[in-house]
């Protein structure tokens, strides 16, 4: 069941088997993997936009394959933040 937003209604604690604590991508997708027969539910801090996967517009990247890894997966990251480092100094002026 969905709760109208901004409702003052206090939620009852007891009539959960899950409850999933923010509602960014991790939060959502453990709701979507959680099987379907579970009552769910999710709270998220506010009803601001401030979360991380609000800003992530270049698709999710993470570690699927059996030939990626971690230490690749931060080396990608750090050279993409690295590239952009250069790039906006480049073109602060
Ligand atoms: C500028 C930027 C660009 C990015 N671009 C990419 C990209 O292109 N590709 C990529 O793969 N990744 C990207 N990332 C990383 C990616 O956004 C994060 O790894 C991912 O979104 C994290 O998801 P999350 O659900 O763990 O956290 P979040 O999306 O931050 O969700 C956490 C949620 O929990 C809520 N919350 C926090 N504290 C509480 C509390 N005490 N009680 C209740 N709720 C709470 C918050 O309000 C928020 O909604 C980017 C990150 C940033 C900042």
């Known amino acids: 069941m969905l709760r109208p937003p901004f409702s003052q209604e206090p939620i009852p604690i007891n009539n959960w088997d899950v409850i999933v604590i923010g509602a960014g991508a991790a939060g959502l997708m453990t709701c979507l993997e959680l099987p379907s027969n ?8 506010n009803t601001s936009k401030v979360s991380s996967s609000r800003w992530a517009q270049g698709g999710i990247a993470s570690v699927v394959r059996q030939d990626d890894s971690f230490d690749l997966h931060a080396d990608d990251t750090l050279k993409a933040v690295m590239d952009y480092v250069i790039f906006s100094c480049r073109n602060a002026s």
């Open 38 to 45: 579970l009552k769910v539910l999710l709270l998220n801090r």
